[in-house]
């Protein structure tokens, strides 16, 4: 069994569990925060004999509970014996960590009339055991989010191959750009089908709007330039630690040229390995 099918994460309150919990959700993972030391040998078991329908798991756990650096130890040797899984532990310094906490507003989970500082190296303080078992220890003190999304990625998890989830939607602007955009292209600009008597009843789907939308000279210039585009931005989203992406590509009523557009970026992105998903909002309305 590959050690990162069971990934175990803690470390430093304010050092970036959630934002890992959240990341490796986005992987697959399935993520469980905070639950109790003393349950996780019942989950394990239940994992093991695939009584649970869950692959790959995440698990958050930290000093919120009340006997973690004296009950987690010995847990961990004991379902080390059962499984291969690998022990994440987050830091950084003091200076970062009260920083995070004073632009968050939220309390040290430790802060018992103590001050952020004296919290940060009390748990640091509690929770050396615990560091001295982790099979990875991150320092997250300089790190941005995409720089530590990386790091899991090509370090941890070894996915330098990983794919983005691609959703391409053709639209109309008469009826509104799809909410959940991350890229937009208008092609309003190329000749309209709309305006020829024997297309205008057809769709970007049929062959003759495929033929005398692509025939134009502007739409192939288009179509290179976009292309080219999209192929510096993908490696960069991927690098960023991006998961998912919507592109949409408009035109007037969403039936014609746009159609035909998200058809012609579907199969260039199908050609370079993506996970590619293609909706066509508008195209009988």
């Not at 379902?79 to 830091?91: D, G, H, N, P, Y």
């Not at 430790?110 to 303080?125: G, Q, T």
């Not at 008469?174 to 089908?193: E, H, M």
């Not at 039936?255 to 260039?268: D, M, W």
Request: a positive charge.
């Amino acid at each position: 069994m590959r050690d990162d099918s069971f990934l175990i994460i803690t470390g430093l309150s304010g050092s970036g569990k959630t934002i890992v919990s959240h990341f490796l959700e986005d992987l697959g993972y399935y993520c469980m925060d905070n639950l109790p030391t003393k349950l996780i040998p019942s989950f394990v078991d239940l994992w093991m004999r695939k009584e649970v329908e869950i692959g790959k798991v995440a698990l958050v756990v930290d000093i919120r509970e009340a006997g973690f650096t004296t009950e987690f130890p010995k847990v961990l040797k004991k379902i080390r014996k059962k499984i291969s899984l690998r022990l994440i532990f987050l830091e950084a310094s003091d200076e970062t960590l009260v920083k995070r906490f004073k632009e968050t507003r939220r309390p040290h989970p430790m802060a018992k009339r103590k001050s952020v500082l004296e919290s940060v190296a009390l748990e640091r303080k509690r929770l050396e055991g615990v560091k001295n078992l982790a099979d990875d220890v991150i320092d997250t003190s300089s790190s941005s989010i995409s720089q530590l999304k990386k790091f899991l990625l090509t370090r941890l998890l070894e996915r330098k191959d990983r794919k983005l989830q691609i959703l391409i939607v053709s639209f109309g602007y008469k009826y509104g750009i799809p909410l959940d955009s991350d890229l937009v292209f208008d092609t309003r600009f190329l000749p309209n089908p709309f305006y020829i008597d024997e297309l205008r009843v057809k769709t970007g789907r049929s062959q003759e709007v495929m033929d005398y939308v692509l025939k134009a000279p502007e739409t192939n210039k288009f179509l290179s330039e976009l292309f080219r585009f999209i192929d510096y931005l993908m490696p960069r989203f991927i690098e960023e630690g991006k998961s998912y992406l919507n592109i949409s590509v408009g035109c007037t009523g969403g039936k014609h040229r746009a159609v035909v557009l998200a058809k012609r970026l579907r199969e260039h992105l199908k050609n370079k390995n993506h996970n590619i998903r293609i909706h066509h909002r508008d195209i009988y309305k």
